[in-house]
Protein backbone atom coordinates (compact mmCIF):
# COMPACT_ATOMS: atom_id res chain seq x y z
CA UNK A 1 0.00 0.00 0.00
CA UNK A 2 1.23 3.26 -1.18
CA UNK A 3 1.37 6.29 1.39
CA UNK A 4 2.79 8.92 -0.37
CA UNK A 5 2.27 11.53 1.79
CA UNK A 6 3.16 10.20 4.72
CA UNK A 7 5.47 7.64 4.34
CA UNK A 8 8.56 9.85 5.49
CA UNK A 9 6.74 11.78 8.40
CA UNK A 10 8.14 9.83 11.62
CA UNK A 11 6.38 10.88 15.04
CA UNK A 12 7.32 13.76 16.87
CA UNK A 13 10.45 14.94 13.54
CA UNK A 14 10.33 16.77 11.02
CA UNK A 15 11.98 16.49 7.67
CA UNK A 16 14.60 18.87 6.91
CA UNK A 17 15.09 19.69 3.09
CA UNK A 18 17.83 17.72 2.91
CA UNK A 19 15.85 14.83 4.79
CA UNK A 20 13.36 15.60 2.03
CA UNK A 21 15.11 15.87 -1.27
CA UNK A 22 16.78 12.87 -0.33
CA UNK A 23 13.43 11.22 -0.59
CA UNK A 24 12.47 12.43 -4.08
CA UNK A 25 11.48 15.64 -2.58
CA UNK A 26 11.20 18.89 -5.38
CA UNK A 27 11.54 16.44 -8.15
CA UNK A 28 7.62 17.17 -9.16
CA UNK A 29 8.65 20.70 -9.09
CA UNK A 30 11.27 19.80 -11.38
CA UNK A 31 8.82 18.24 -13.66
CA UNK A 32 6.77 21.12 -13.43
CA UNK A 33 8.52 23.20 -14.66
CA UNK A 34 9.14 21.80 -17.52
CA UNK A 35 5.49 21.53 -18.50
CA UNK A 36 3.42 24.19 -19.41
CA UNK A 37 1.03 25.31 -16.97
CA UNK A 38 -2.27 24.37 -18.66
CA UNK A 39 0.03 20.68 -18.51
CA UNK A 40 0.20 20.83 -15.05
CA UNK A 41 -3.64 21.57 -14.64
CA UNK A 42 -4.22 18.83 -16.81
CA UNK A 43 -2.43 16.55 -15.12
CA UNK A 44 -3.88 17.04 -12.12
CA UNK A 45 -7.48 17.06 -13.23
CA UNK A 46 -6.47 13.59 -14.90
CA UNK A 47 -5.86 12.16 -11.89
CA UNK A 48 -8.81 13.12 -10.19
CA UNK A 49 -7.62 15.18 -6.74
CA UNK A 50 -10.69 16.26 -5.15
CA UNK A 51 -10.48 18.69 -2.49
CA UNK A 52 -9.11 17.45 0.86
CA UNK A 53 -10.65 20.19 2.93
CA UNK A 54 -14.61 19.24 3.28
CA UNK A 55 -16.18 19.99 -0.08
CA UNK A 56 -14.15 17.85 -2.64
CA UNK A 57 -14.17 20.06 -5.52
CA UNK A 58 -11.95 18.91 -8.37
CA UNK A 59 -8.57 20.84 -7.76
CA UNK A 60 -7.76 21.08 -11.38
CA UNK A 61 -11.19 22.08 -12.76
CA UNK A 62 -10.95 24.75 -9.81
CA UNK A 63 -7.28 26.13 -11.06
CA UNK A 64 -8.27 25.97 -14.72
CA UNK A 65 -11.49 29.19 -13.40
CA UNK A 66 -7.93 31.16 -13.34
CA UNK A 67 -8.10 33.45 -15.85
CA UNK A 68 -4.19 33.62 -16.90
CA UNK A 69 -2.55 34.81 -19.97
CA UNK A 70 -0.91 38.26 -20.75
CA UNK A 71 -4.17 40.76 -20.17
CA UNK A 72 -5.44 38.33 -17.10
CA UNK A 73 -5.29 40.58 -13.51
CA UNK A 74 -2.15 40.55 -11.65
CA UNK A 75 -1.18 39.48 -9.02
CA UNK A 76 -2.78 36.24 -9.14
CA UNK A 77 -3.12 34.80 -5.14
CA UNK A 78 -2.73 30.86 -4.29
CA UNK A 79 -3.25 30.50 -0.63
CA UNK A 80 -3.54 27.06 1.47
CA UNK A 81 -5.90 26.89 4.14
CA UNK A 82 -4.50 25.48 7.05
CA UNK A 83 -7.25 27.00 9.68
CA UNK A 84 -8.22 23.66 10.37
CA UNK A 85 -10.43 24.30 13.18
CA UNK A 86 -13.35 21.56 12.20
CA UNK A 87 -13.68 19.69 15.06
CA UNK A 88 -12.39 15.86 15.34
CA UNK A 89 -10.09 17.29 12.51
CA UNK A 90 -6.22 17.37 13.34
CA UNK A 91 -5.02 16.04 9.76
CA UNK A 92 -2.90 19.11 8.39
CA UNK A 93 -1.19 19.57 11.53
CA UNK A 94 0.58 16.09 11.29
CA UNK A 95 1.57 17.39 7.28
CA UNK A 96 2.78 20.77 8.68
CA UNK A 97 4.65 19.53 11.69
CA UNK A 98 6.26 16.23 9.85
CA UNK A 99 7.02 17.75 5.96
CA UNK A 100 5.85 21.38 5.49
CA UNK A 101 8.51 21.17 2.25
CA UNK A 102 5.76 18.74 1.09
CA UNK A 103 3.57 21.24 1.34
CA UNK A 104 5.86 23.90 -0.10
CA UNK A 105 6.46 22.26 -2.88
CA UNK A 106 2.97 21.62 -3.37
CA UNK A 107 2.27 25.14 -3.06
CA UNK A 108 5.12 26.25 -6.05
CA UNK A 109 3.81 23.70 -8.50
CA UNK A 110 0.23 24.58 -7.90
CA UNK A 111 1.14 28.52 -8.14
CA UNK A 112 2.74 27.59 -11.39
CA UNK A 113 -0.54 26.00 -13.08
CA UNK A 114 -2.40 28.86 -12.50
CA UNK A 115 0.61 31.86 -13.01
CA UNK A 116 0.25 32.94 -9.61
CA UNK A 117 3.31 35.35 -7.65
CA UNK A 118 2.26 35.49 -4.04
CA UNK A 119 1.11 32.70 -1.71
CA UNK A 120 0.17 32.34 1.90
CA UNK A 121 -0.29 29.75 4.08
CA UNK A 122 -3.00 30.27 6.50
CA UNK A 123 -2.61 28.24 9.72
CA UNK A 124 -4.48 27.96 12.70
CA UNK A 125 -3.57 29.61 15.58
CA UNK A 126 -2.85 27.10 17.72
CA UNK A 127 -0.48 25.04 15.70
CA UNK A 128 2.42 26.76 17.43
CA UNK A 129 4.94 24.62 16.62
CA UNK A 130 3.86 24.39 13.48
CA UNK A 131 4.13 28.09 12.97
CA UNK A 132 8.00 27.81 13.60
CA UNK A 133 8.37 24.32 11.27
CA UNK A 134 6.92 26.33 8.34
CA UNK A 135 9.03 29.61 9.15
CA UNK A 136 12.14 27.79 9.34
CA UNK A 137 11.06 25.96 5.96
CA UNK A 138 10.17 28.71 4.40
CA UNK A 139 14.22 30.09 4.70
CA UNK A 140 15.19 27.33 3.25
CA UNK A 141 13.55 26.87 0.39
CA UNK A 142 14.35 30.52 0.01
CA UNK A 143 17.82 30.18 0.62
CA UNK A 144 17.85 26.95 -2.08
CA UNK A 145 16.58 29.07 -4.76
CA UNK A 146 12.57 27.21 -4.59
CA UNK A 147 11.11 30.52 -3.32
CA UNK A 148 11.57 33.88 -5.09
CA UNK A 149 12.59 35.57 -8.44
CA UNK A 150 13.48 33.15 -11.18
CA UNK A 151 12.87 29.84 -9.24
CA UNK A 152 15.44 26.93 -10.30
CA UNK A 153 15.98 29.24 -13.75
CA UNK A 154 12.90 28.74 -15.02
CA UNK A 155 12.07 31.82 -15.18
CA UNK A 156 9.07 31.61 -12.68
CA UNK A 157 8.84 33.98 -9.62
CA UNK A 158 6.63 32.96 -6.20
CA UNK A 159 6.61 34.57 -2.73
CA UNK A 160 5.23 32.71 0.06
CA UNK A 161 4.45 34.10 3.51
CA UNK A 162 2.85 32.53 6.51
CA UNK A 163 -0.40 34.28 8.43
CA UNK A 164 -1.14 32.84 11.31
CA UNK A 165 -4.94 32.96 12.39
CA UNK A 166 -6.29 34.62 15.74
CA UNK A 167 -8.59 31.81 15.61
CA UNK A 168 -12.96 31.76 14.71
CA UNK A 169 -13.74 29.00 12.72
CA UNK A 170 -15.80 30.93 9.98
CA UNK A 171 -12.27 31.44 8.85
CA UNK A 172 -11.43 28.30 7.01
CA UNK A 173 -14.42 28.94 4.95
CA UNK A 174 -13.17 30.18 1.81
CA UNK A 175 -14.56 34.00 1.19
CA UNK A 176 -14.04 34.26 5.24
CA UNK A 177 -10.67 33.44 4.84
CA UNK A 178 -9.88 36.16 2.04
CA UNK A 179 -11.41 38.73 4.19
CA UNK A 180 -9.60 37.99 6.83
CA UNK A 181 -6.60 37.78 5.17
CA UNK A 182 -7.19 40.93 4.22
CA UNK A 183 -7.28 42.16 7.82
CA UNK A 184 -10.92 42.24 8.35
CA UNK A 185 -13.63 40.43 10.46
CA UNK A 186 -13.90 37.12 8.57
CA UNK A 187 -17.20 37.17 7.36
CA UNK A 188 -18.32 35.34 3.83
CA UNK A 189 -18.69 37.19 0.62
CA UNK A 190 -21.62 36.86 -1.63
CA UNK A 191 -20.66 34.41 -4.50
CA UNK A 192 -20.42 35.45 -8.05
CA UNK A 193 -17.98 36.82 -8.06
CA UNK A 194 -15.89 33.55 -7.41
CA UNK A 195 -12.38 33.82 -5.95
CA UNK A 196 -10.98 32.28 -8.97
CA UNK A 197 -11.59 35.49 -10.45
CA UNK A 198 -11.72 38.24 -7.88
CA UNK A 199 -10.60 36.67 -4.63
CA UNK A 200 -7.73 38.30 -2.36
CA UNK A 201 -7.42 42.34 -3.23
CA UNK A 202 -9.92 41.95 -5.75
CA UNK A 203 -7.17 39.62 -7.34
CA UNK A 204 -8.10 35.92 -8.87
CA UNK A 205 -7.14 33.58 -5.93
CA UNK A 206 -7.13 30.00 -5.25
CA UNK A 207 -7.55 28.57 -1.96
CA UNK A 208 -7.03 24.82 -1.83
CA UNK A 209 -6.65 22.82 2.00
CA UNK A 210 -3.21 21.72 2.65
CA UNK A 211 -3.61 18.28 2.33
CA UNK A 212 -4.84 19.01 -1.00
CA UNK A 213 -1.82 20.75 -1.95
CA UNK A 214 0.29 18.02 -0.54
CA UNK A 215 -0.52 15.31 -2.77
CA UNK A 216 0.06 17.80 -5.73
CA UNK A 217 4.32 16.87 -5.76
CA UNK A 218 3.57 13.27 -6.13
CA UNK A 219 0.95 13.72 -8.84
CA UNK A 220 3.31 15.88 -11.00
CA UNK A 221 6.55 13.31 -9.87
CA UNK A 222 4.45 9.96 -10.56
CA UNK A 223 2.20 10.78 -13.39
CA UNK A 224 -1.74 10.66 -13.05
CA UNK A 225 -2.13 7.03 -14.01
CA UNK A 226 -0.65 6.06 -11.18
CA UNK A 227 -1.93 8.79 -8.26
CA UNK A 228 -5.37 6.96 -9.57
CA UNK A 229 -4.01 3.18 -9.76
CA UNK A 230 -3.19 3.63 -5.62
CA UNK A 231 -6.79 4.34 -5.25
CA UNK A 232 -9.25 1.52 -4.24
CA UNK A 233 -11.77 4.40 -5.58
CA UNK A 234 -12.64 6.67 -8.93
CA UNK A 235 -10.87 9.27 -6.62
CA UNK A 236 -7.47 9.48 -7.12
CA UNK A 237 -5.01 9.27 -4.23
CA UNK A 238 -5.17 8.74 -1.02
CA UNK A 239 -6.58 10.49 2.19
CA UNK A 240 -5.44 11.08 5.29
CA UNK A 241 -8.43 9.20 7.78
CA UNK A 242 -8.50 10.00 11.51
CA UNK A 243 -10.52 8.60 14.49
CA UNK A 244 -11.00 10.43 17.58
CA UNK A 245 -13.69 9.29 20.44
CA UNK A 246 -14.16 6.02 23.26
CA UNK A 247 -11.64 3.62 20.54
CA UNK A 248 -8.83 1.41 21.19
CA UNK A 249 -6.15 3.92 18.95
CA UNK A 250 -7.36 7.37 18.14
CA UNK A 251 -4.46 8.59 15.30
CA UNK A 252 -4.87 9.43 11.91
CA UNK A 253 -3.62 6.94 8.85
CA UNK A 254 -2.86 7.45 5.44
CA UNK A 255 -5.17 5.24 3.10
CA UNK A 256 -5.97 4.50 -0.23
CA UNK A 257 -9.62 6.26 -0.92
CA UNK A 258 -12.31 3.58 -0.95
CA UNK A 259 -11.20 1.92 1.64
CA UNK A 260 -14.03 0.47 4.06
CA UNK A 261 -15.28 2.12 6.71
CA UNK A 262 -14.94 -0.91 9.20
CA UNK A 263 -11.39 -1.28 8.04
CA UNK A 264 -10.78 2.32 9.53
CA UNK A 265 -12.67 1.56 12.77
CA UNK A 266 -11.55 -1.72 13.68
CA UNK A 267 -8.13 -2.51 12.17
CA UNK A 268 -6.66 0.83 12.37
CA UNK A 269 -8.04 2.51 15.56
CA UNK A 270 -8.34 -0.91 17.53
CA UNK A 271 -12.12 -0.93 17.47
CA UNK A 272 -13.99 0.40 20.77
CA UNK A 273 -12.71 0.91 24.01
CA UNK A 274 -13.38 -2.32 26.09
CA UNK A 275 -16.93 -2.49 27.65
CA UNK A 276 -17.88 0.19 25.13
CA UNK A 277 -20.33 -0.34 22.11
CA UNK A 278 -20.13 1.50 19.05
CA UNK A 279 -23.49 3.04 17.96
CA UNK A 280 -22.36 5.86 15.37
CA UNK A 281 -20.11 8.59 14.10
CA UNK A 282 -19.57 11.53 12.18
CA UNK A 283 -17.55 10.70 9.13
CA UNK A 284 -15.71 13.89 8.43
CA UNK A 285 -15.48 16.68 11.47
CA UNK A 286 -18.33 17.78 13.12
CA UNK A 287 -20.20 19.38 10.37
CA UNK A 288 -21.22 15.93 8.95
CA UNK A 289 -24.15 13.40 9.33
CA UNK A 290 -23.90 10.70 11.56
CA UNK A 291 -23.17 7.20 10.51
CA UNK A 292 -24.49 3.71 12.03
CA UNK A 293 -23.63 0.27 12.57
CA UNK A 294 -25.92 -0.12 8.94
CA UNK A 295 -23.17 1.81 7.19
CA UNK A 296 -19.67 0.20 8.25
CA UNK A 297 -19.48 -1.73 4.90
CA UNK A 298 -20.04 1.45 3.13
CA UNK A 299 -16.83 2.73 0.88
CA UNK A 300 -14.94 6.08 2.25
CA UNK A 301 -15.03 8.19 -0.99
CA UNK A 302 -17.09 10.95 -1.99
CA UNK A 303 -19.75 9.02 -3.86
CA UNK A 304 -19.84 5.93 -1.04
CA UNK A 305 -19.96 8.40 1.64
CA UNK A 306 -22.93 10.34 -0.08
CA UNK A 307 -24.90 7.61 -1.00
CA UNK A 308 -24.81 6.71 2.73
CA UNK A 309 -26.57 10.29 3.32
CA UNK A 310 -23.30 12.05 4.90
CA UNK A 311 -20.21 13.84 3.55
CA UNK A 312 -16.26 12.30 3.01
CA UNK A 313 -15.66 15.49 4.60
CA UNK A 314 -12.16 16.11 6.34
CA UNK A 315 -12.16 12.45 6.98
CA UNK A 316 -11.72 12.52 10.61
CA UNK A 317 -14.07 11.11 11.96
CA UNK A 318 -15.49 11.41 15.83
CA UNK A 319 -16.53 7.98 17.52
CA UNK A 320 -20.05 8.04 19.61
CA UNK A 321 -20.16 5.38 21.80
CA UNK A 322 -23.04 3.47 24.11
CA UNK A 323 -22.07 5.39 27.64
CA UNK A 324 -21.85 8.58 25.69
CA UNK A 325 -25.32 10.59 25.82
CA UNK A 326 -26.03 11.83 21.66
CA UNK A 327 -28.42 14.88 22.98
CA UNK A 328 -25.53 15.95 25.05
CA UNK A 329 -22.97 15.36 22.23
CA UNK A 330 -25.64 17.28 19.97
CA UNK A 331 -25.82 20.10 22.62
CA UNK A 332 -21.93 20.12 22.04
CA UNK A 333 -22.19 20.76 18.64
CA UNK A 334 -24.58 23.13 18.47
CA UNK A 335 -22.80 25.33 21.00
CA UNK A 336 -20.20 25.38 19.06
CA UNK A 337 -21.71 26.40 15.86
CA UNK A 338 -23.35 29.27 17.52
CA UNK A 339 -20.37 30.86 19.21
CA UNK A 340 -18.71 30.20 15.93
CA UNK A 341 -21.43 31.50 13.75
CA UNK A 342 -19.98 34.98 12.16
CA UNK A 343 -23.34 36.84 12.99
CA UNK A 344 -23.33 38.05 8.93
CA UNK A 345 -26.91 36.60 8.06
CA UNK A 346 -30.23 36.29 10.32
CA UNK A 347 -31.32 32.26 10.14
CA UNK A 348 -27.53 31.38 11.55
CA UNK A 349 -27.19 34.12 14.06
CA UNK A 350 -30.79 33.68 15.48
CA UNK A 351 -31.16 29.77 14.43
CA UNK A 352 -27.91 28.06 16.13
CA UNK A 353 -28.50 29.93 19.54
CA UNK A 354 -31.93 28.21 19.13
CA UNK A 355 -31.30 24.79 18.45
CA UNK A 356 -28.81 25.09 21.44
CA UNK A 357 -31.36 26.84 23.46
CA UNK A 358 -33.74 23.52 22.85
CA UNK A 359 -31.50 21.08 23.04
CA UNK A 360 -29.81 22.16 26.37
CA UNK A 361 -33.26 22.06 28.08
CA UNK A 362 -33.42 18.66 26.74
CA UNK A 363 -30.62 17.35 27.78
CA UNK A 364 -31.21 19.21 31.26
CA UNK A 365 -34.83 17.50 32.00
CA UNK A 366 -36.98 20.47 30.31
CA UNK A 367 -37.92 19.44 27.16
CA UNK A 368 -41.15 18.86 25.17
CA UNK A 369 -42.31 16.33 22.49
CA UNK A 370 -43.31 19.41 20.39
CA UNK A 371 -39.10 20.65 20.59
CA UNK A 372 -38.33 18.02 18.36
CA UNK A 373 -40.88 19.36 15.85
CA UNK A 374 -38.82 22.65 16.13
CA UNK A 375 -35.84 21.17 15.91
CA UNK A 376 -36.52 19.20 12.55
CA UNK A 377 -37.89 22.69 11.23
CA UNK A 378 -34.59 24.37 11.93
CA UNK A 379 -33.06 21.72 10.32
CA UNK A 380 -35.09 23.03 7.33
CA UNK A 381 -34.50 26.78 7.76
CA UNK A 382 -31.15 26.48 8.39
CA UNK A 383 -30.37 24.04 5.72
CA UNK A 384 -28.71 24.74 2.42
CA UNK A 385 -29.81 27.62 -0.19
CA UNK A 386 -31.36 29.73 3.36
CA UNK A 387 -28.05 31.15 4.76
CA UNK A 388 -24.83 33.09 3.41
CA UNK A 389 -22.59 30.19 3.60
CA UNK A 390 -22.69 26.37 4.55
CA UNK A 391 -21.84 27.37 8.10
CA UNK A 392 -25.50 26.69 9.17
CA UNK A 393 -26.07 23.83 6.82
CA UNK A 394 -23.19 21.94 8.08
CA UNK A 395 -24.41 22.71 11.91
CA UNK A 396 -27.78 20.99 10.86
CA UNK A 397 -26.26 17.59 9.59
CA UNK A 398 -25.45 16.50 12.68
CA UNK A 399 -28.78 17.06 13.95
CA UNK A 400 -30.94 16.27 11.90
CA UNK A 401 -29.30 12.51 11.42
CA UNK A 402 -29.45 12.57 15.13
CA UNK A 403 -33.01 12.91 15.14
CA UNK A 404 -33.38 10.59 12.69
CA UNK A 405 -31.17 7.42 13.66
CA UNK A 406 -31.16 8.15 17.83
CA UNK A 407 -34.74 10.06 18.04
CA UNK A 408 -35.76 7.13 20.87
CA UNK A 409 -32.64 9.17 22.73
CA UNK A 410 -34.48 12.36 22.49
CA UNK A 411 -38.14 10.94 23.83
CA UNK A 412 -36.59 9.28 26.19
CA UNK A 413 -34.73 12.74 27.99
CA UNK A 414 -38.42 14.39 27.36
CA UNK A 415 -40.78 11.67 28.88
CA UNK A 416 -38.42 11.00 31.45
CA UNK A 417 -37.25 14.69 32.08
CA UNK A 418 -34.10 13.90 32.64
CA UNK A 419 -30.95 12.50 30.70
CA UNK A 420 -30.38 8.79 31.26
CA UNK A 421 -26.65 8.72 30.90
CA UNK A 422 -26.53 11.36 34.04
CA UNK A 423 -26.42 10.00 37.72
CA UNK B 1 2.39 54.94 22.30
CA UNK B 2 4.11 51.66 20.50
CA UNK B 3 7.59 50.57 20.98
CA UNK B 4 10.20 50.45 18.45
CA UNK B 5 9.99 46.90 18.81
CA UNK B 6 6.34 46.52 18.40
CA UNK B 7 6.69 49.32 15.18
CA UNK B 8 9.61 47.09 13.98
CA UNK B 9 7.47 43.97 14.08
CA UNK B 10 4.52 45.08 12.63
CA UNK B 11 6.14 46.90 9.85
CA UNK B 12 7.51 43.04 9.22
CA UNK B 13 4.36 41.82 9.04
CA UNK B 14 3.05 44.43 6.75
CA UNK B 15 5.58 44.63 3.95
CA UNK B 16 3.79 40.95 3.05
CA UNK B 17 0.75 42.95 1.91
CA UNK B 18 -0.16 45.11 -0.91
CA UNK B 19 -1.67 47.48 1.90
CA UNK B 20 -0.65 47.88 5.39
CA UNK B 21 -4.27 47.76 6.70
CA UNK B 22 -4.44 43.96 6.03
CA UNK B 23 -1.09 43.25 9.09
CA UNK B 24 -4.17 44.46 11.40
CA UNK B 25 -4.72 41.23 13.05
CA UNK B 26 -0.80 40.96 13.17
CA UNK B 27 -0.27 43.67 14.78
CA UNK B 28 -2.79 42.74 17.36
CA UNK B 29 -1.45 39.81 18.00
CA UNK B 30 2.26 41.65 18.25
CA UNK B 31 1.06 44.24 21.02
CA UNK B 32 -0.90 41.47 22.38
CA UNK B 33 3.02 39.22 22.49
CA UNK B 34 4.46 41.93 24.91
CA UNK B 35 1.38 43.15 26.79
CA UNK B 36 -0.22 40.20 27.24
CA UNK B 37 -4.04 41.82 26.00
CA UNK B 38 -5.02 44.70 23.77
CA UNK B 39 -5.75 47.94 26.03
CA UNK B 40 -8.13 50.84 24.66
CA UNK B 41 -5.06 53.09 24.22
CA UNK B 42 -3.24 49.70 22.15
CA UNK B 43 -6.33 50.03 19.57
CA UNK B 44 -5.87 53.71 19.06
CA UNK B 45 -2.31 53.26 18.96
CA UNK B 46 -2.80 50.77 16.47
CA UNK B 47 -5.51 52.82 14.51
CA UNK B 48 -3.19 55.37 14.18
CA UNK B 49 -0.33 53.52 12.93
CA UNK B 50 -1.50 51.59 10.20
CA UNK B 51 -4.10 54.81 9.06
CA UNK B 52 -7.38 53.10 10.29
CA UNK B 53 -10.12 54.73 12.79
CA UNK B 54 -10.46 52.90 16.22
CA UNK B 55 -13.02 51.41 15.58
CA UNK B 56 -12.30 49.43 12.66
CA UNK B 57 -9.67 47.95 14.49
CA UNK B 58 -11.62 47.10 17.78
CA UNK B 59 -14.76 45.73 14.87
CA UNK B 60 -11.52 43.52 14.18
CA UNK B 61 -10.11 42.65 17.43
CA UNK B 62 -13.41 42.13 19.03
CA UNK B 63 -14.17 39.34 16.43
CA UNK B 64 -11.49 36.98 16.78
CA UNK B 65 -11.48 34.54 19.92
CA UNK B 66 -7.33 35.15 20.93
CA UNK B 67 -7.41 38.79 21.18
CA UNK B 68 -7.63 39.63 24.84
CA UNK B 69 -9.15 43.05 24.93
CA UNK B 70 -9.39 42.34 29.16
CA UNK B 71 -6.24 42.02 31.47
CA UNK B 72 -5.24 38.37 31.17
CA UNK B 73 -3.58 36.25 34.26
CA UNK B 74 0.54 35.43 33.54
CA UNK B 75 -0.68 32.30 31.92
CA UNK B 76 -3.99 31.93 29.86
CA UNK B 77 -5.28 28.35 30.11
CA UNK B 78 -6.92 27.43 27.07
CA UNK B 79 -9.17 24.38 27.58
CA UNK B 80 -10.38 22.98 24.41
CA UNK B 81 -14.77 22.02 24.77
CA UNK B 82 -15.33 21.05 21.41
CA UNK B 83 -17.06 17.65 20.39
CA UNK B 84 -14.04 14.76 21.00
CA UNK B 85 -12.34 16.48 23.86
CA UNK B 86 -16.17 16.93 25.64
CA UNK B 87 -16.52 12.69 24.98
CA UNK B 88 -13.30 12.02 26.01
CA UNK B 89 -13.80 13.65 29.58
CA UNK B 90 -13.72 17.88 29.31
CA UNK B 91 -16.39 18.23 31.70
CA UNK B 92 -14.23 16.38 34.48
CA UNK B 93 -11.21 18.30 33.79
CA UNK B 94 -12.97 21.70 34.01
CA UNK B 95 -14.90 20.76 37.02
CA UNK B 96 -11.42 20.31 38.18
CA UNK B 97 -9.85 22.99 37.28
CA UNK B 98 -12.50 25.11 38.70
CA UNK B 99 -12.54 23.74 41.94
CA UNK B 100 -8.30 24.19 42.13
CA UNK B 101 -7.85 27.75 40.53
CA UNK B 102 -11.13 29.01 42.33
CA UNK B 103 -12.43 30.68 39.45
CA UNK B 104 -15.09 30.19 36.35
CA UNK B 105 -14.45 30.03 33.06
CA UNK B 106 -13.13 33.80 31.63
CA UNK B 107 -11.41 34.85 35.12
CA UNK B 108 -8.46 35.10 36.68
CA UNK B 109 -7.07 33.60 39.71
CA UNK B 110 -6.37 36.27 42.83
CA UNK B 111 -2.70 36.02 42.45
CA UNK B 112 -2.86 37.09 38.67
CA UNK B 113 -1.17 33.91 37.72
CA UNK B 114 -3.84 31.90 35.67
CA UNK B 115 -6.80 32.84 33.53
CA UNK B 116 -8.81 30.25 32.68
CA UNK B 117 -10.80 29.82 28.92
CA UNK B 118 -12.55 27.98 26.82
CA UNK B 119 -11.33 27.27 23.51
CA UNK B 120 -12.87 25.46 20.36
CA UNK B 121 -11.05 22.55 19.02
CA UNK B 122 -7.40 22.68 19.51
CA UNK B 123 -6.73 19.89 16.64
CA UNK B 124 -5.45 17.54 19.02
CA UNK B 125 -8.46 15.29 19.06
CA UNK B 126 -6.60 12.01 18.98
CA UNK B 127 -4.77 13.19 22.38
CA UNK B 128 -8.32 14.16 23.71
CA UNK B 129 -8.77 16.26 26.36
CA UNK B 130 -6.61 18.96 25.98
CA UNK B 131 -5.46 21.96 26.88
CA UNK B 132 -3.22 24.98 26.03
CA UNK B 133 -1.15 26.69 28.46
CA UNK B 134 0.50 30.09 26.58
CA UNK B 135 2.20 28.07 23.55
CA UNK B 136 2.14 24.90 24.86
CA UNK B 137 -0.24 21.94 24.40
CA UNK B 138 -1.58 19.38 26.93
CA UNK B 139 -2.81 16.24 25.97
CA UNK B 140 -4.40 12.90 27.16
CA UNK B 141 -5.47 15.07 30.29
CA UNK B 142 -6.41 13.47 33.34
CA UNK B 143 -7.07 15.12 36.98
CA UNK B 144 -3.47 13.86 38.05
CA UNK B 145 -1.56 15.18 35.02
CA UNK B 146 -3.70 18.62 35.35
CA UNK B 147 -1.95 18.88 39.00
CA UNK B 148 1.53 18.04 37.95
CA UNK B 149 1.26 20.78 34.98
CA UNK B 150 -0.10 23.25 36.96
CA UNK B 151 2.73 22.98 39.00
CA UNK B 152 5.41 23.63 35.93
CA UNK B 153 4.00 27.05 36.06
CA UNK B 154 4.08 28.30 39.52
Known amino acids: ?423 | MLSDKERTEIEEHSRHYPRKQAAVIEALKVVQSHRGYVSDENVKDIAEFLEMTPDEVDSVATFYNLIFRKPVGEHVILLCDSVSCWIMGYETIMDHLRAKLKIEPGQTTEDGKFTLLTIPCLGACDRAPAMMIDNDLHGNLTVQKIDEILKKYK
Request: net charge neutral; glycine share 12%; charged share 25%.
Open chain 1, 1 to 423: MERPLTQHIRPGETLTITDYQKHGGYEGLKAALKMSPKEVQDTVKRAHLRGRGGAGFPTGLKWSFVPIGDDAPRPRYLIANGDEMEPGTFKDRLLVEGNPHQLIEGMIISAYAIQAEIGYVFLRWAYKKGEKIIQKALAEAYEAGLLGKNILGSGFDFDLYLHTSAGRYICGEETALLNSLEGKRANPRAKPPFPQTSGLFGKPTIVNNIETLCNVPHILRNGADWYKKISLSEDGGTKIFGVSGKVKKPGLWELPLGVTLKEVLEEYAGGMQDGLKFRGLLPGGASTDFLTEEHLDIKLDYAGVEKAGSRLGTGTMIVLDDKTCVVGMVLNLEHFFAQESCGWCTPCREGLPWSEKILARIENGQGKMQDLEILEGLTKTLGPGNTFCALAPGAMEPLQSALKYFREDFERHIKEQRCPRRS
